[in-house]
């Protein structure tokens, strides 16, 4: 095989790109070939490690000595001393922060892993259309250890001190919902997989359905199990094909080595799982709503109590939980509750998958413990802001959570801090807003979700947010008076507290986030008619700067509506009546000659 | 497919698609196969995975290479789609990102064939449940 003795893996992340892995990696070749070491020691680029704010990173192989905030000049030292002597360099060797002692041995050399993949544990390990292959990593053994060596009652105890929270985006504690169900008496119980993910931007469930659909299907299983239940449905957004049809291939194979059917494991115990198509509606997710459209009624939610675990689908008591918190259940029952507890924060244990997008540089799936800072997803696993710029805010919870600042950078994320910081854990998409984002124009584009989504039936929500969308629409469109502040501050209020379900109560979020920590871009936008960010199309003014224009046509050529006239190699001019404020004229100019302002 | 009826079935079962997986030790298929797998959600398709999947299945079978070629769910790394991880006869894992028909070709002659790295490694960066 291999030629080579050494591999240097030099980290050419995006964020490590900005410091000069490019050079540490031209400044190892031209040593090593220097000292005729070429043949002996190869050197390769390698994407993100996930620890930026220790980078650049660089992984000795095979002895995976790892070496942080490494720069060109450190290059020599490290051949002549780990190549050529094999001593390791200590300077750049990890320190512990809390210890201050040096990282060195093989064993602790992971510490840049930032991630525990939990409930993502089979997601790209192992092939979905495959039962063997769950089986092959411990599929079915927790379903077998609870059918044959624990009663209900014991396993919803392991759930609930397990302390799993509901990773829709409540938090309501999974084992006591259970344990509800279980306790209220009926003679036919429903066991509910919610995967109507609607939030923009999210794609946690969807995923885990796409890469381990056997994980939910043994989950609703055991829950089935523990409360009775004899049937389990999933319901699932038509919208999401590939996962529909993973999810059939993996409950076809299930059925057919009798994991699901009659007297599961020779236990006596019968449980069988449909498939129940959403049409993509948002407030779907709501699990009232969710039941009633399992019903073929409207999608609308209904007041709680009564709770679904008491009076659910077809009146009967039905317990719903999300795909995430599903995917962690077996992993509860096979490595132990106490092993799960020790993950997290007092309040929030285990890991949470988020969906990081935005103008981020790692766009990707991640799962963290809970407890993990914003400040080290976003910049150590999120590879930081795109293009270098500055971090202004990042969306958590969706439409109906709120934006966290800057100030919020260091706080660790749980449940409970995301709530009193003003935003949500809600299901887990995280999208990151950066200094060109305008605040008051991201609120509105939630709004305008909401809207569209709000299913009409209560009159805060249905009337109250298209009078919130119509004020943002008027401050963004340069036409807002200060008094439509105080407006949004009351009306919002007024929809938060009066609305019926949780789409209304939490859907002016990002209108009360936004106005408590970006107050003076609203101000910007009603006293100044400026948007601060320059995105705000209406208050934007494209302008040809006639000292630098050189007449070269670029913008004439490329402007689609004609605002633009001039003749060649004179100045030109941008008609402002006619102008769509679309942008082109500023990105083809070549002589910066265009003002934005 | 024979029914598991028990955990004990359950028990043998794992075992012996453990063996046919090649991860166990003693495996035949471990010592032999080069194991491709490809990330298959529909982020990666939406990049290529498809196509690429296809030229790996085409290329190995061409230059006569003993590969096990399988699709996978997400592995994560959106920013950087189509991912594909190879495991070469008794080695560690590896995942490559943008993995298109010209880097697929990279990889089959550079890591598969000479055993040599090639660039646009991503290196792992989460713990699996059995290492916390």
């Not at chain 1, 710029?389 to 800057?406: D, E, I, R, Y």
């Not at chain 2, 298109?100 to 290196?123: M, N, Q, S, V, Y």
């Amino acid at each position: 095989m291999s030629e080579y003795n050494f591999q240097i893996l030099v980290c050419g992340g995006t964020g490590c790109k900005a410091s000069e892995s490019e050079e540490i990696r031209s400044s190892f070749v031209n040593l090593l070939n220097e000292y005729g070491l070429e043949e002996e020691v190869q050197v390769v680029l390698t994407d993100c490690f996930g620890f930026c704010e220790k980078g650049p990173i660089v992984k000795m192989m095979p002895d995976k000595t790892v070496y942080v905030r490494v720069k060109p000049s450190d290059a020599d030292e490290i051949i002549k001393e780990h190549i050529v002597k094999g001593n390791q360099v200590e300077r750049l060797l990890y320190r512990d922060p809390v210890t201050g002692t040096v990282v060195r041995d093989r064993q602790h050399m992971e510490f840049y892993k930032k991630q525990i993949r939990i409930a993502l544990r089979n997601c790209g390990f192992i092939n979905p259309e495959e039962i063997d292959e769950y089986i092959a990593h411990d599929g079915y053994m927790a379903l077998g250890t609870c059918l044959t060596e624990m009663k209900p009652m014991e396993v919803i105890e392991q759930i609930k001190k397990s302390g799993l929270r509901g990773r829709g985006g409540g938090g309501f504690p999974t084992g006591l919902k259970w344990e509800i169900t279980a306790k209220v008496p009926g003679d036919q119980k429903y066991v509910v997989c919610n995967v109507d993910e609607g939030d923009p931007g999210a794609f946690m469930d969807r995923s885990i359905l796409e890469g381990d659909p056997h994980t939910v299907i043994e989950a609703m299983i055991i829950n089935g199990y523990c409360t009775g239940a004899s049937k389990g449905l999933v319901y699932i957004r038509a919208e999401y094909p590939l996962a529909i049809s993973r999810l059939k291939i993996a409950l076809a194979q299930a059925r057919a080595y009798g994991l699901l059917g009659d007297d599961i494991l020779g236990s006596g115990f019968n449980f069988d799982i449909e498939i129940r198509y959403g049409a993509g509606a948002f407030v779907c997710g709501e699990e009232t709503a969710l039941i009633h459209s399992m019903e073929g009624c409207r999608g609308e939610p209904t007041f709680k109590p009564p709770f679904p675990s008491v009076s659910g689908y077809l009146g009967k008591p039905t317990n719903v939980n999300n795909v995430e918190t599903y995917a962690n259940i077996p992993v509860i029952i096979n490595k132990g509750a106490d092993w799960f507890a020790s993950i997290g924060t007092e309040k929030s244990k285990g890991t949470k998958v988020f969906a990081l997008a935005g103008k981020i540089n790692n766009v990707g799936l991640i799962e963290v413990p809970l407890g993990t800072t914003l400040r080290e997803v976003i910049y150590d696993i999120g590879g930081g802001i795109r293009g270098g710029k500055k971090f202004k805010a990042v969306q958590t919870g969706g439409p109906s959570g709120g934006m966290l600042t800057a100030e919020f950078l260091d706080t660790p994320i749980d449940y409970d801090n995301l709530l009193a910081a003003g935003s949500m854990m809600g299901s887990g998409g995280m999208i990151v807003m950066d200094e060109d984002d305008c605040m008051v124009a991201i609120a509105k584009f939630y709004l305008g979700f909401t809207v569209e989504e709000s299913c009409g039936k209560c009159a805060p929500c249905r009337i109250g947010n298209k009078r919130l969308h119509e004020i943002l629409e008027r401050i963004t469109d340069g036409k807002g008076e200060i008094q439509d502040l105080d407006r949004l501050f009351m009306l919002s209020n007024v929809i938060k507290d009066a609305s019926l379900c949780g789409l209304g109560q939490t859907s002016p979020n990002p209108v009360l986030s936004s106005l408590k920590y970006f107050r003076q871009e609203y101000e910007a936008h009603v006293k100044a008619s400026h948007c601060p960010a320059g995105q705000c199309k209406a208050l934007v003014r494209y302008e040809v700067i006639e000292d630098k224009c050189t007449g070269c046509t670029l913008c004439f050529r490329n402007c689609p509506v004609g605002a633009i006239t001039g003749e060649k190699r004179e100045v030109h001019f941008i008609d402002q009546s006619l102008c769509i404020k679309c942008g082109v004229c500023f990105e083809k100019c070549k002589f910066g000659a265009i003002l934005v302002s | 497919m024979s029914k598991i009826t028990s955990v004990a079935d359950l028990k043998k079962k794992k075992e012996q698609v453990q063996l046919n997986l090649g991860l166990r030790e003693n495996s035949d298929a471990a010592d032999t196969h080069v194991q491709i797998r490809v990330g298959m959600a529909t982020c990666g398709i939406a990049s290529g995975a498809r196509e690429t999947m296809n030229f790996l299945v085409e290329e190995t079978r061409h230059q006569a290479i003993d590969a096990v070629i399988t699709q996978t769910g997400c592995m994560g790394f959106c920013y950087a789609e189509p991912t594909v991880e190879i495991t070469l006869p008794g080695k560690e894992p590896v995942v490559f990102g943008h993995v298109d028909k010209t880097k697929a070709r990279e990889i089959i002659d550079r890591f598969i064939i000479k055993g040599e790295l090639a660039d646009g490694i991503i290196p792992v960066n989460f713990k699996t449940i059995d290492e916390y």
